[in-house]
């Protein structure tokens, strides 16, 4: 089992950022791919930014240029810098992990959710 503790989250005026983490227990290194999901009300969840064992990383095209993913492993902390925050990126962000090499769409572990809003 992993646990997963979202913190970080906020009010914001457009334009400015917010750094979302993540922190992890249990059987981190079971762990593959780790990410971060958002869900805004009467959507579905989007996969927003996602990091591989590896170190790979991946965005959605929304975020792309604005959003930076990162861990500290001696940590076992997952971080989410996000800039150049507007308006739609006004959701509940959640923190995810996976035993499987990606986690695109989905994930075996969740946490609780922090919520961001973004005021224009």
């Known amino acids: 089992q992993v646990q997963l503790v979202e913190s970080g989250g906020g009010s914001v005026q457009s334009g400015g950022s917010l750094r979302l983490s993540c922190a992890a227990s249990g059987y981190t290194t079971s762990t593959n791919c780790m990410g971060w999901f958002r869900q805004a009300p009467g959507t579905g969840r989007e996969g927003v930014a996602r990091?591989?064992?590896?170190?790979?990383?991946y965005y959605a095209d929304s975020v792309k240029g604005r959003f930076t993913i990162s861990q500290d492993n001696s940590k076992n902390t997952l971080y989410l810098q996000m800039n150049s925050l507007k308006p739609e990126d006004t959701a509940m962000y959640y923190c995810?992990?996976?035993?499987?090499?990606?986690?695109?769409?989905?994930?075996?572990?969740w946490g609780q959710g922090t919520q961001v809003t973004v005021s224009s």
């Open positions: 995810a992990a996976s035993h499987w090499s990606t986690c695109q769409y989905d994930a075996d572990y």
């Open positions: 990091i591989t064992r590896d170190g790979k990383t």
